[in-house]
C-alpha cells in the first residue's frame, strides 16, 4: 500500500506530475481540482457551488471538499493506495484525512512537496491559462491563489512535517527529471519505513 499527497503552489506542475507519479507505483491520481472541475461541467448541485469558490480562487468550504473525499476514497480502486493532488489543503482537512484513514486503520507514507519560484509560477499559470481556458487562470485569481497557498496551505506542509514525513522535491527543469526526482524520493522513504 502506497499512499501519498503532493503538495506545491498553484502552477507547479503537481497535477501533470501527480499522474506520472502515480502511474509508476500503480495507483489511482486523485485531484480534488478534477473532481470539482466534472462536477461543474456535469451542472452537478455540488458543481454549482463549487463553482462560487473556484471562479474567485477561494476554497470550496471544508464540509463539502471532506465529504468528497471520504466518498472517493471508498471506491475499491484505493485499495493499492493514491496519491492526493490538492488535498489536504487546510489544516481542519488534515484532521479529516486522519479521521477517515484511522477509520480504516491506515497512515500516509510520504508528503511530496514542489517546489517553484514565483515568478516562473505565473509565467506557468498565465501559459496555460491561454492553453486550457481555465476560468481560473486570469491574473487575479492567480495571484489569490498564490496568496491562499502562502497563507493557508503552508501551515499544511508545516503540519507534515513535524510528522517528518514531508520530502522536498525541487520542482523546476523537465518534466521527467521531476518526475525522477520525487519517485526516489519516495521509494526511499518506504524503504526506510518512513
Ligand atoms: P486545483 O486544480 O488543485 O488548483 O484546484 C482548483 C480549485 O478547486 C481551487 O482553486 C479551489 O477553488 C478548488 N479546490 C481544489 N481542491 C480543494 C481543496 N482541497 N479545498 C478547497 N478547495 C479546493
Sequence with gaps: MTRLIIMGPPGSGKGTQAGHIAGHFGIPAISTGDI?????????????????????GEFVPDHLTNAMVRLRLGNSDVRPGFLLDGYPRTTAQIEALDGILAG?????????????????????????????????????????????????????????????IVLAVDGSGRREEITAKAIAAIESALGKGL
Design 36 to 56: 470539482f472541475r466534472a462536477h461543474v461541467g456535469g451542472n452537478t448541485e455540488l458543481g454549482a457551488e463549487a463553482s462560487k469558490y473556484m471562479d474567485h
Design 104 to 164: 480504516a486503520g491506515q497512515q500516509l507514507d510520504a508528503v511530496v512537496e514542489l517546489a517553484v519560484d514565483d515568478d516562473e509560477l505565473v509565467a506557468r499559470m498565465l501559459r496555460r491559462a491561454q492553453d486550457q481556458g481555465r476560468s481560473d487562470d486570469t491574473a487575479p485569481v492567480i495571484r489569490r491563489r498564490l496568496e491562499l497557498y502562502r497563507n493557508e496551505t503552508r501551515a499544511v506542509v508545516e503540519r507534515y512535517a513535524e510528522r517528518g
